[in-house]
C-alpha cells in the first residue's frame, strides 16, 4: 500500500524535476551534447562582457538600470538587461549559462578555460574606431587571446591546450561601429579618405587578416556575425523622424555580401578551416517589421530613458524612465538589443549556423 501510495508523488516529482530541467537549461535554445570545447568571443558592445570595466573609458554599462534581469541583478558591463547572444551560445553548447570577460578579476583559468570574451564595446575592424572612444582594438583583443593561450598551456598542459583551442568555437561580432560611430559619424578623417564601398573593401581585408591571424593561433571553427540594420537602430531613427537610414542598411547589406565571399573564399583555401558567417540581417528585419509575431510591443525606442538616444551612462541619469518590461522591448538602449531579442536571435543564429560546429 505504501509503495502504491507513493508511486505517483513519485512520479509527479520526477515530472516536477524534468520540467525544472528544461526551464533551467533554458527552453529557447535546445541543449546539445557539447563537443565543442569553448566559447571565445571577439568584437563590440554586442557581445562585450564587461572587459571595458578594466579600461579607462566613457564606454560602458557596469552601473544599473544595465543588468536588472541578469542573474542577481549585477551590472556586469554587458550592454543589455541580461544577458547576450554569445551567452546563449554557450549554454547551447552544453557549457556555461555565460562567458565572462577575459579582464574580469573574478575570474581565473578554470572559468577561462570553457569560455572567455575579449570584446570590447565602442570596438570595431578598423583601429581608428577602437580610437574614437579609446576602447580596445581588434589587435589588442587578439594579443590577449595570446596570452590566453599561454596561461591556458600552463593550466591544461600544451598538448590539451591546443586541443581545447582548436575544438572552440570563436564568436565574432564586430563591424558595426566602423560605420556608425567611424565612418558615418565623421568622427575620424576615413570619410574623407575612402568613398563608402571603398571603406567596406578596407574592412573586409582587415577582417580576412584577422581570421588567417586566428587560424595561425589554432583556431578552426568560426563563426562571424554579420550586420544587422544599423540604420533601424533607435539612436540613428531619432535623428530621422523615426524612420530607418537606408544608406546605413544598404552599406550593412554590403558589408554582409563581401564577407560572405570573403569567409567562404577562406574556408576553401586554409586546410582543416570552418569559417561561416551567422546571417542576422534579414532574421532581424524580419522581427522589426513584424515584432508581434515574436511577442514584442516597441520597435523604434529602446526601454531605459527616452529609449532615443540613451545607452551608458545617460541610460543611467534617465532610469526613472526606464521602461517596466524590457521583454516587450527589442530594444533594451538606443543600439542595443534586450535580452529577450538577443535569446531569440541567438536561439536562430544556433539554428543556422553555430549548431554546424558540433
Ligand atoms: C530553432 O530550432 C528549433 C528546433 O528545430 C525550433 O523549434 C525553433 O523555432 C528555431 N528557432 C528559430 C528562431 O529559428
Known sequence: MAGVATMPVAASSTRFLLLSLLLLSSPAVAVVRARVTALIVFGDSTVDAGNNNA??????SNFPPYGRDFPGGRATGRFCNGRVATDFYSEAFGLRPFVPAYLDPAYGMRDFAVGVCFASAGSGL???????????????QVDYFRDYKARLAEHLGAAEARAVVADAVFAISIGTNDFIENYFALTTARFLEFTVGDYTDFLIGL?????????GLGARKIGFTGLGAMGCLPIERG????????EYNAAAR????????????????LPGAQFRVAEVYDFFTGILQNPSSYGFVKVARGCCGTGLYEMGYTCSEWDALTCADANRYVFW????????????IAEYLMNTTFSHFL
Do not use: Q, W
Request: charged residues 25%.
Open 55 to 60: 579600461v579607462p573609458t566613457a564606454v560602458r
Open 126 to 140: 578598423d583601429a581608428a574606431t577602437a580610437g574614437v572612444f579609446s576602447v580596445i582594438p581588434l589587435s589588442k
Open 207 to 215: 577582417a580576412r587578416s584577422f581570421l588567417v591571424e586566428l587560424y
Open 239 to 246: 535623428r530621422r523622424v523615426m524612420l530607418c537610414i537606408e
Open 254 to 269: 554590403s558589408f554582409n555580401a563581401k564577407l560572405r565571399a570573403m569567409v567562404d573564399e577562406l574556408t576553401g583555401s
Open 333 to 344: 538602449d538606443a543600439v542595443h538589443p534586450t535580452e529577450r531579442a538577443n535569446k531569440i
